[in-house]
């Protein structure tokens, strides 16, 4: 019903930012809370941080918070993750993921592919 793709992800050094983005389709994509998610080599996915389906209550993992901001654009179906400040341990796969407002991954429906984020020292 909702087909996600993430995109923006790359090789950075540490202090340095990036701006993952979603394209999503779908007739619901509206409807859905919003999430990130990220895994790395040999660990379990991580929850990042998610935003309702009007855009607002944003919220984010502690180990992000002050650095991340999530937001939307539903006119253009549109998520995106501004990462600011990065560091080595934030390198990852990074998930989209659309489904209830929830740090739970399997509060999630749909799924990107994913995006690698590199950041080195």
């Known amino acids: 019903q909702v087909r996600l793709v993430e995109f923006g992800g790359g090789l950075v050094q540490a202090g340095g930012s990036l701006r993952l983005s979603c394209a999503a389709s779908?007739?619901?994509?509206?409807?859905?809370?919003m999430g990130w998610f990220r895994q790395a080599p040999g660990k379990e996915r991580e929850f990042v941080s998610t935003v309702s389906w009007s855009g607002g209550s944003p919220f984010y993992s502690d180990s992000v918070k002050g650095r991340f901001i999530i937001s939307r654009d539903n006119a253009k179906d549109m998520v995106y993750l501004q990462m600011n400040s990065l560091k080595p341990e934030d390198t990852a796969v990074y998930y989209c993921?659309?489904?209830?407002?929830?740090?739970?991954?399997?509060?999630?429906?749909?799924w990107g592919q994913g995006t690698q984020v590199t950041v080195s020292s």
């Open positions: 779908g007739r619901s994509f509206s409807r859905h809370a």
């Open positions: 993921a659309a489904g209830g407002l929830s740090d739970y991954a399997r509060d999630y429906d749909y």
